[in-house]
């Protein structure tokens, strides 16, 4: 085997993960580059999710995929011509949807040998969310159980991971998923009741490994490594006890199916500045410190709503120190951002909660521009201590008349003024409008 096979937990046509591809697909070298449409082919919007993920890999990542459309059983010439397509494509990309209705649609088809056949010539499988829980010997039914009620039992899986790296096990992307609120949606929705539940009953030597949100778990097959990247960690558990691997680990593969301390490679060590953390029943790998190793990438926003949020809070913050320049580079962070995410298939309001933030952004702005960003006492100081200076001049006078009147002068026009044993001094308290 000398291609790599890619584990996406989420954020597949997310800004998160444009670097992975980038590298990924340019280790697979030229050629084609197919996107499958099978986990999300049942859905009334397949069409504009393929759209989508196109424009994603085109704009954002700087690579045409070409979509290759199997949303039902095939079989005959048309099976061959798809079997075809993948075996001789240097990239295979499979993301969202279910994961039952794709094992459906490619059981017995020979797609699992067509995929296989990718990664030993040096290409590159990538598999996320939906497509990355058929990889394992088993997958869960996230769909059946979660939405529809069904008991907690596994489903067959496409036992790719096995066979293109001797790991026996149950992936589980979405592993660190928390938008449940008033329940727990972790481990793909299962919660930890359920996964325990599960893995009662795993195959015979599986166990389970856990890719987070917006990460990525890179299996090197040539060089026989297991790199994490992205925003999260991986999680290799085994009957409820973990241990995880954060982000900028470097490892043996067969790493990944020990319960233990696991093996780092050669030459790799734990820089004292890096902070990794370790769960309940062992310790984190350390990160690789060998030259050209892949490092941690700074946490970008795992979603627009918290690029919205961040955006947010920069612009607040600039308006409040005046500063005009770092309050337009907000808005225009935003902007970006929400052109970053356009192609992003996850479906939810946060592109709405976007928007809705970036034009009361630019309201604000006009505010600004309206009443002035500069502090409105510094422009009126002139003014206002020449007037102070007149005052003083009649008090010292005892012209306590003119003095009344000009203190009461700025009064309206919203300067307090306090005399003190060391002169006037003075607040601008603009009027309310």
Not at 193 to 221: K, N
Request: net charge negative; proline share 6%.
């Amino acid at each position: 085997m000398n291609g790599r096979l890619v584990i996406m937990g989420s954020g597949e046509t997310a800004p998160t993960m444009v670097e992975v591809h980038r590298s990924t697909l340019r280790a697979a070298g030229h050629g084609p580059a197919l996107l499958l449409d099978t986990p999300y082919g049942f859905q009334e919007n397949a069409d504009d999710i393929t759209e989508k993920a196109i424009a994603y890999f085109g704009r954002n990542v700087g690579r045409m995929v070409t979509p290759l459309p199997w949303r039902r059983r095939l079989a005959g010439a048309e099976l061959d011509r798809a079997l075809a397509a993948v075996r001789t494509a240097r990239s295979v990309f499979a993301g969202p949807g279910s994961p039952t209705y794709a094992l459906r649609v490619w059981a017995g088809s020979g797609f699992d040998d067509a995929a296989a056949t990718v990664a030993a010539n040096g290409g590159t499988v990538t598999f996320a969310s939906a497509a990355a829980l058929t990889l394992g010997v088993v997958a869960v039914p996230v769909y059946e159980i979660y939405k529809s009620g069904a008991d907690p039992e596994w489903a067959a899986g496409t036992n790719l991971l096995e066979r293109l790296t001797g790991l026996r096990a149950a992936l589980i992307p979405h592993y660190d998923n928390t938008e449940g609120g008033t329940h727990s949606t972790r481990f793909c929705y299962l919660g930890d009741r359920r996964l325990r539940y599960l893995e009662e009953s795993l195959p015979d030597g599986a166990h389970v490994i856990g890719v987070d949100e917006h990460t990525a778990l890179v299996l090197d097959l040539a060089a026989g490594t297991a790199s994490v990247l992205g925003n999260g960690t991986v999680t290799v558990r085994h009957a409820g006890s973990s241990r995880t691997l954060p982000a900028g680990t470097v490892v043996d593969i067969a790493t990944l199916r020990e319960s233990g301390s696991p093996r780092p490679r050669v030459g790799v060590s734990a820089p004292a500045s890096r902070g990794v953390s370790a769960s309940k029943s062992g310790p984190p790998v350390a990160a690789d410190s060998r030259p050209g190793a892949p490092a941690p990438s700074a946490a970008l926003p795992a979603s627009l709503r918290e690029s919205a949020d961040r955006a947010r809070a920069a612009f607040a913050a600039a308006l409040a120190e005046r500063d005009a320049d770092a309050a337009a580079a907000a808005v225009l962070d935003l902007e970006q951002a929400i052109s970053d995410w356009t192609a992003d298939t996850l479906q939810s309001d946060d592109g709405d909660h976007a928007r809705r933030t970036l034009r009361g952004m630019v309201l604000e702005l006009a505010a600004a521009a309206r009443d002035g960003l500069t502090d409105p006492a510094q422009r009126i100081a002139p003014l206002v201590e020449g007037l102070l200076e007149r005052r003083a001049a009649a008090r010292e006078a005892r012209d306590f008349a003119t003095a009344d009147v000009l203190r009461n002068r700025l009064t309206a026009a919203g300067v307090e003024v306090r005399d003190s044993p060391g002169g006037p001094e003075w607040t601008l308290h603009p009027p309310h409008t």
